[in-house]
């Protein structure tokens, strides 16, 4: 469920990543929510966010986020890229590849690809 009074927040956090050409901690986006907020309501409303801040087929915002270990996006990424971008995905993973079996390169490389295609956004847009 998307949390409507924290979507301009969570916008504001996305903008201001994609300007600085930066990457924003999933504890960042968390910190925005009440405490006990369910993890799938925040997700919901990150993916909600990202759409508000321009269409998957421009640029997909979320792309933006990066967990502590590897600073890569959540799963769920991985999983707009390769429906919104599939001949990339397929060129940088191979048709077969379904998201939840890439590899950390593979994973990198999508990564890469579309935070640059974000921060291209954001330069033209805000």
């Known amino acids: 469920m998307v949390i409507e009074e924290k979507m301009e927040a969570v916008m504001a956090l996305l903008q ?3 300007q600085k050409k930066i990457v924003c901690s999933f504890s ?5 929510f009440d405490e006990g907020t369910s993890s799938s309501d925040v997700y919901d409303t990150l993916e ?21 270990g590897t600073l890569l996006p959540g799963s769920g990424f991985f999983d707009i890229f ?9 060129l940088l993973a191979g048709r077969s590849t379904h998201p939840a079996d890439l590899n950390i390169q593979q ?20």
């Not at 909600?48 to 502590?68: C, Q, T, V």
């Open 28 to 32: 960042s986006l968390h910190n925005i």
């Open 48 to 68: 909600e966010a990202s759409l508000n801040l321009a269409p998957s087929e421009e640029a997909i915002y979320s792309a933006l986020m990066a967990k502590k």
């Open 82 to 90: 390769k429906n919104k971008r599939d001949s990339e995905y397929n």
């Open 16 to 18: 201001m990543t994609a």
């Open 107 to 126: 994973m990198q490389a999508i990564s890469q690809l579309e935070r640059s295609r974000v921060y291209t956004h954001a330069e033209n847009h805000f």
